[in-house]
């Protein structure tokens, strides 16, 4: 099999194998279960390649008032009315426990959904957005349900005498099956991998012991079950989508000092995918694209636990391909969840099934990682431009369901999911999504604080004694001020995010002029000996732009600055509550009534400067080729009505 091949057929989306043999009943895998070893903080360890820089923790993080805050609470609202119970059933019934609670619909447990065997995936993800949350704001209630969660989960491994617990139809039999190399139907890694997420984001976001003791013995588990694999048919078994168990095992290195979860983490890595990236080679044309984002996110961790360089190496490679070469102007990538030839971009972008959510999620998590190793503004550039465009975009502002796709059919609309018969991969990155906004605002080293987001927030930095406060109503208006609040004077260099989009930056300290900058996508350095009460503006310059891909120079997204602009068409044809649904693969297919968008002409090179300004901050009309104004506004704040972000222009009429 191609390596193309290896990494594509056998995805949530394309695996329709033959049923799965079931010769090992549930209780059959309890001989691949040691006694979960017990690990302290003593037994953390240091990775073997240190990062240049570290993230604030979020709990010394605040957020300030706006459309991130927003959309955090809408997040939390949904969560608190999720009954773990009932996330929990099939957990409980495959341990030989009798449920508390009826089971969710959608991929849980609808027939529709059977053949991808996602079962349980949510309660990973759940566990892990509760995680975030309590980090993010200290309610005890995300803590209550994370360690409620973890002692049920513990209470399953130990009727079912085994560290696995999970809640596929088939049991551990499906797993049984997938590791002996039998033909199965689903991706029981990849669910498997959100239900370890979850519990690992439990023990360190909320330092929960019952998640810490629930992973340790789950993870012990997968050592021993994966342990006769020869390489080979590790290998073999990788050609199934996994997720990120790659991460998963380097992270549980760190946290315990075990050596099996190290050399597991490296097994967990796809040579499939890792030896042409590394390589800088971009077979990736054809590949189902969320298959092999989180692979590398792990990649980069196995490089911090091992210091092997060809896996930083392919994760760099990887993310300059798809960043900076396949992506949207919105940093979405893929039609149909697979990455497709840039040559034919024409026949892709329009398509109603572009730039799956779960993707962006999982390249910003990428970007992160490497900006730590090597902070260049051109991740945190990305990372703001997929941050507006991509994930705030992504939430229903009104009841805080989250999309799948976010295609650029033009007159299409966003798509969202029910509360409770959905549970699609995107519902779970999307209970993630929105309560980790404070988690890559600020950074810092020994003696800088890099100011990487424009967002009103304050960061403390105990070290310090210092307490950074940004006061903004950035994107609305291109500056944001930030105020120090010091214990006593301190020695501090201040780097400023210069953005890309932005053709000159000004820094005035106390009114004053100190710094400008004419060198988009860097940083600017602003290093003094800092008092309370000092002031820092920083001033950019927004205006609207047209971005093309090189194959098709006549399609044009406009932006403002890191916003998309967005056609704005209304709701015509559209019955109200018609963009909430639950099956995801029917996208393109709803609200598909005969709609024709206004259509653009004129110069592709030059129609951005034909765009005015509205009588409101960020919106914007241009001419359509039929003589009407196109109300233009921020893709991030379309809901409930037809869209377009791209727009194939016409040669402009004699």
Request: charged share 20%.
């Amino acid at each position: 099999m191609s390596n193309n091949a290896c990494c594509t057929g056998h995805s949530r989306r394309s695996f329709l194998a033959g049923a799965a043999g079931s010769g090992l009943a549930v209780g059959a895998v309890t001989t691949l279960t040691p006694p979960a070893l017990a690990a302290t903080a003593a037994d953390q360890v240091s990775p073997a390649v240190a990062a240049k820089l570290q993230p604030f923790d979020m709990a010394d993080v605040t957020l300030g008032e706006g459309p991130f805050l927003h959309a955090q609470r809408m997040t939390e609202k949904y969560l608190l009315s999720l009954k773990p119970d009932r996330m929990l059933h099939n957990f409980r019934v495959n341990a030989g426990l009798k449920p508390k609670a009826p089971v969710y619909g959608g991929w849980e447990s609808v027939a529709t959904w059977d053949e991808i065997n996602c079962h349980g995936h949510t309660l990973g993800h759940y566990l892990s957005g509760c995680a975030l949350a309590y980090r993010s704001g200290g309610d005890k209630r995300f803590k209550q349900r994370i360690d409620y969660v973890a002692n049920e989960l513990s209470a399953c491994q130990k009727a079912a005498d085994t560290g696995l617990v999970c809640a596929f139809p088939k049991g551990a039999s499906l797993v049984a099956a997938h590791i002996r190399g039998e033909k199965i139907t689903g991706v029981p890694w990849y669910t498997l991998h959100k239900v370890y997420a979850g519990l690992r984001d439990g023990a360190l976001l909320a330092d929960s012991e019952p998640a810490r003791a629930a992973l340790l013995r789950l993870a012990d588990w997968g050592v021993v079950a994966t342990r006769p694999l020869s390489d080979t048919e590790f290998e073999t078994m990788l050609d199934t989508e996994h997720g990120g168990m790659n991460e998963i095992y380097a992270d549980l290195y760190f946290m315990t000092g075990k050596d099996d979860y190290r050399v597991l983490s490296e097994r967990f890595s796809h040579k499939a995918l890792l030896e042409p990236l590394a390589k800088g080679r971009d077979n990736l044309d054809g590949m189902h694209a969320n298959t092999q984002v989180p692979k590398v996110v792990g990649f980069q961790r196995v490089y911090e636990a091992t210091g092997d360089a060809k896996y930083q190496d392919a994760a760099e490679f990887f993310w300059r391909t798809v960043a900076l070469t396949r992506s949207f102007a919105t940093g979405g990538h893929g039609d149909n969840e697979h990455f497709f030839p840039m040559a034919e971009f024409e026949k892709h972008v329009f398509s109603a099934k572009g730039s799956e959510t779960c993707c962006q999620h999982n390249m910003m998590k990428l970007a992160r990682a490497l900006f730590l190793h090597d902070p260049r503004a051109e991740y945190a550039d990305y990372y703001e431009r997929t941050l507006y465009n991509g994930i705030l975009a992504s939430q229903d502002p009104d009841s805080g369901m989250t999309t799948y796709f976010q295609g650029a059919r033009p007159g299409y609309m966003k798509l969202y999911h029910t509360p409770e018969d959905s549970f699609w991969c995107c519902t779970g990155t999307g209970m993630e999504n929105h309560v980790k906004y404070r988690d890559s605002i600020y950074f810092h080293d020994t003696s800088a604080l890099y100011v990487n987001l424009f967002l009103p927030s304050s960061v403390r930095w105990k070290d310090k004694g210092a307490v950074l406060t940004q006061t903004t109503s950035f994107p609305d208006a291109a500056s944001t001020m930030l105020t120090w609040k010091l214990q006593s004077p301190a020695d501090i260099t201040l780097k400023l995010r210069h953005p890309r989009w932005s053709r000159a930056a000004t820094v005035l300290v106390n009114g004053q002029e100190t710094a400008r900058s004419t060198n988009p996508g860097s940083y600017i350095d602003v290093a003094r000996n800092w008092r309370s009460g000092d002031r820092v503006e920083l001033r950019l310059q927004m205006e609207v732009a047209a971005e093309r891909a090189p194959a098709a120079p006549d399609i044009v997204a406009f932006t403002y600055g890191p916003l998309v602009l967005a056609g704005a068409f209304g709701r015509e044809g559209l019955a109200p509550g018609a963009d909430i649904i639950v099956n995801e693969r029917e996208i393109g297919k709803y609200n598909d009534a005969p709609f024709t968008p206004p259509s653009l002409a004129g110069d592709p090179a030059t129609i951005a400067e034909t765009v005015r300004r509205g009588s409101q901050p960020l919106e914007f009309t241009i001419q359509s080729a039929e003589q009407t104004p196109v109300r233009l506004i921020p893709y991030h704040r379309i809901a409930h009505e037809r869209y377009a972000t791209y727009w194939k222009v016409s040669p402009a009429s004699a």
